[in-house]
């Protein structure tokens, strides 16, 4: 494979990583159209190696003290701190990330390396009553044993370690398929992390491909749960497969998540806010903001400061320029994004700025008088677009803000608490946020969706010990009783 982007620690790696027998395919820069590399793509036969490579090492590591576990998660932890310079290179360079939101990602990932390290020390079971006399009880969780994650292009180091991490602290063996815009981001950085970590080979396989690998990795027998983050369509076929083996399955899906300004709010910082969340990274986030609901009488101040800030915002390589915004990850996206405003303003919503783009790089977008029947209401735009509806009461507003089968996130602007408090009582998400935006994660926090936005699964802080492990029931008794056959 030849790297040439100019790397210097990931060099040696690169140059001598096969990920699988296929043919190589090119990885390509969005920004600049440049191929980074070209990269060995697996096989199914690939993936049933790896599966099969890592279900035969899975029962050591599980037996593996605590203390080893957890220290090499911690020298995870320092590797990837020693390397973000050029891990984040490579993230910008695959997914068209800005500087800001590229620093965030690694921070985020290097939260999740830290976090994970201290689980395999954490106790994870109970001692139960018993009815029956002589008989201790206990329920204990254990290892699930291969973990088959999948994950998307846009956060690429973040949305996989979030799986990567947890579930090999917990004992767990992992099969990761990143998507084939990010196979270095998502996939290269997590091997060579591991392996100078120490730990064990075979424990984290990584393979190579797109939607063909990624069913091989679900339908595999020795992969017993899925994890997966992607787009709502993808999960739907995912859990489909998943559910018919009987298999547990984690599903962290899109996102058509509500903004809502009420009409006593701060205005600048709504308005702020507002654009933040539909316009960084270019809209390509599960949580940007993708209906803004706003109080009918301050309605038209709002849609004006939303305009002024998506037209004062600089696009291009995000790589080498101080700019704000970078492409859209590729054409069919844009296409897609393009033909969505395009089908909204045909349907009567107002273009208040934006809706030309240059190549890949699409000008943030402001929508007026958007109405539920449109495309840019109904669908997860996973663009720099910012619709915007109004409404006359608290009771509209949650009408509106739950008239989507998505419930990922949802933000509302308030000066009085207790009115955010009422609403967020009301509204259907997996997250809300009171005076905050809706992008928001911790690594500590269990992150995830209502609706169609997954499937009941949480990523993060308590959570991972329910998805990466499950319960056993112990029982033990120094008689065995008698039975009446
Ligand atoms: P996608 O669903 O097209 O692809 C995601 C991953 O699934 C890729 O690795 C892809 O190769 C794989 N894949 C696709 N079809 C598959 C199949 N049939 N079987 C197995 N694997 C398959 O999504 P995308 O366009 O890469 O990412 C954007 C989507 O991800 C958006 O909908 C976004 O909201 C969502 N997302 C959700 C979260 C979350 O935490 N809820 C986080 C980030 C992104």
């Given at each position: 494979m030849a790297a040439t982007a100019s790397m210097t620690w990931l060099d040696p790696f690169l140059g001598d990583w096969r990920p699988g027998t296929g043919a190589p395919v090119d990885d390509t820069e969005p920004a600049t159209g440049i191929v980074l590399a070209s990269i060995p793509q697996s096989t199914t036969d690939d993936v049933a190696r790896a599966a099969a490579a890592a279900a035969a090492v899975q029962p050591a590591w599980a037996e593996t003290d605590y203390q080893e576990r957890a220290r090499i998660l911690r020298r995870a932890a320092d590797i990837y701190d020693a390397h973000r310079p050029e891990f984040g290179t490579w993230t910008m360079r695959e997914t068209g990330a800005v500087h800001s939101k590229m620093h965030h990602e690694q921070n985020f990932a290097y939260h999740e390396i830290l976090n994970a390290a201290t689980m395999p020390s954490q106790a994870y079971g109970s001692l139960m009553p018993s009815a029956q006399r002589g008989r201790l009880s206990m329920v204990r969780r254990v290892p699930v044993g291969v973990v088959g994650a999948i994950t998307p292009w846009n956060s690429p180091t973040v949305l996989g370690m979030r799986v990567v991490a947890p579930a090999l602290a917990l004992g767990n063996a992992v099969v990761l398929k990143p998507d084939p815009q990010t196979?270095?981001?998502?996939g290269a950085i997590f091997a060579a992390v591991f392996r100078e970590a120490g730990l064990p080979e075979g424990l984290l396989q990584i393979v190579l491909g797109g939607a063909d690998i990624g069913e091989a990795v679900v339908t595999d027998p020795n992969v017993s749960m899925v994890s997966f983050t992607g787009s709502t369509a993808a999960g739907r076929r995912v859990g489909q497969l998943a559910g018919g083996l009987l298999k547990k399955v984690s599903l962290e899906l899109g996102g058509n998540n509500a903004f809502v300004v009420l009409d006593d709010a701060e205005l600048d910082a709504a308005a702020s806010a507002g654009a933040f969340a539909s316009f960084q990274f270019q809209g390509q986030v599960c949580f940007a903001a993708g209906r803004h609901i706003v109080h009918r009488s301050i309605a038209a101040d709002y849609i004006a400061a939303l305009s002024a800030k998506a037209k004062r915002l600089r696009l291009g390589d995000p790589y080498r320029e101080d700019v704000q915004l970078g492409p859209i990850v590729n054409a069919k996206q844009l296409a897609r994004v393009d033909g969505i405003v395009r089908r909204s303003v045909d349907g009567g919503a107002r273009l208040t700025e934006g809706g030309t783009y240059d190549g890949l790089y699409y000008r943030p977008t402001v929508l007026a008088?958007?109405?539920?029947?449109m495309p840019a209401w109904?669908?997860?735009?996973?663009?720099p677009v910012a619709p915007v509806t109004t409404f006359d009461s608290d009771d509209e507003a949650v009408r509106l803000a739950n008239a989507s089968e998505y419930g990922l996130v949802a933000a509302i602007y308030t000066r009085s608490i207790s009115r955010g408090m009422a609403l967020a009582n009301r509204i259907r998400s997996g997250m809300i946020h009171v005076n905050d935006g809706t992008l928001n994660d911790e690594a500590v926090i269990p992150f995830g969706g209502m609706g169609i936005s997954g499937n009941g699964s949480r990523f993060g802080g308590a959570a991972n010990f329910d998805e990466f492990t499950e319960w056993q029931w112990v029982t033990v008794r120094d008689t065995p009783p008698t039975f009446p056959f």
């Open positions: 196979p270095v981001s998502g008088d958007v109405t539920t029947d109904t669908d997860e735009i996973f663009g």
